[in-house]
């Protein structure tokens, strides 16, 4: 089970890249700019988090998958 400190930079992450879109396109050059990462990283990073995300791979802090709305 992952820890509630990784669920809550995952949550920071997104929260980052929801800050650097257009909520069309992200932009992972403000991305890497603002997490230190380069922007191609920050675009992987973004890539697995939402694959578990929606896989519903991706476990809460209670040890459930978090459940993909329909």
């Known amino acids: 089970m992952p820890s509630k ?3 809550d930079e ?12 257009d909520y069309k396109n992200i932009d992972f050059n403000a991305v890497g ?3 230190n990462l380069k922007a191609p990283a920050a675009r992987m ?3 697995r988090l ?3 995300i929606e896989s519903g791979t991706l ?6 998958p978090f459940q993909r709305a329909a």
């Open 5 to 7: 400190i990784q669920l």
């Open 10 to 21: 995952n949550l920071w992450f997104l929260y980052i890249c929801l800050q650097k879109s």
């Open 33 to 35: 700019e603002v997490t």
């Open 45 to 47: 990073r973004y890539t």
């Open 50 to 52: 939402r694959r578990q």
């Open 59 to 64: 476990r809460g802090t209670h040890g459930m």
